[in-house]
C-alpha cells in the first residue's frame, strides 16, 4: 500500500519560512512526479509546485521567488521525497498543504492535479 506522509507545517509570522516534507513509500512503480497542492479557507485546491525525477519544476505564480520545491536528499528514500521550502511567507499563504505523487510527468508539465497518490496534508498557518 501506497503511503504519501507529509511533515513540517505550524504556525509562523509573517515574514517567516517553513520547510514541508513528504516522503512516499510503498510503490511498485516508479515516481516519477511529485507536488505541493494547497487548499485554503474557503478556496479552492492549488497548486503550489511541482517537480519531476529529472528535476523539471514548475510553480504557481503565488509561489514564485518565494517558495522551492526540490527533492530531499538528507532522506534515505531521497528518490520518493521531497521538501518545499517556503520563505517570506504571507497571511494568505495559510492553508492545509498537500503533497502527492504520481508516475507520469505530464502532470508536473500541464500543471494538473491528476496525481496517483496524496497525503492527508498539513495545516500551515501565517499570522499577521
Known amino acids: 500500500q501506497v503511503q504519501v506522509v507529509e511533515s513540517g507545517g505550524g504556525l509562523v509570522q509573517a515574514g517567516g519560512s517553513l520547510r514541508l516534507s513528504c516522503a512516499v513509500s510503498g510503490s511498485r512503480f516508479s515516481i516519477n512526479a511529485m507536488a505541493w497542492y494547497r487548499q485554503g479557507p474557503g478556496k479552492e485546491r492549488e497548486l503550489v509546485a511541482a517537480?519531476?525525477?529529472?528535476?523539471?519544476?514548475?510553480?504557481?505564480?503565488s509561489g514564485k521567488g518565494r517558495f522551492t520545491i526540490a527533492r530531499d536528499n538528507a532522506r534515505d528514500n531521497a528518490k520518493n521525497s521531497v521538501y518545499l521550502q517556503m520563505n517570506s511567507l504571507k497571511p494568505e499563504d495559510t492553508a492545509v498543504y498537500y503533497c502527492?505523487?504520481?508516475?507520469?510527468?505530464?502532470?508536473?508539465?500541464?500543471?494538473?492535479?491528476?496525481?496517483?497518490?496524496w497525503g492527508q496534508g498539513t495545516q500551515v498557518t501565517v499570522s499577521s
Open positions: 517537480i519531476t525525477s529529472g528535476g523539471r519544476t514548475n510553480y504557481a505564480n
Open positions: 502527492a505523487a504520481g508516475l507520469s510527468i505530464s502532470t508536473v508539465i500541464a500543471g494538473t492535479d491528476s496525481y496517483d497518490y
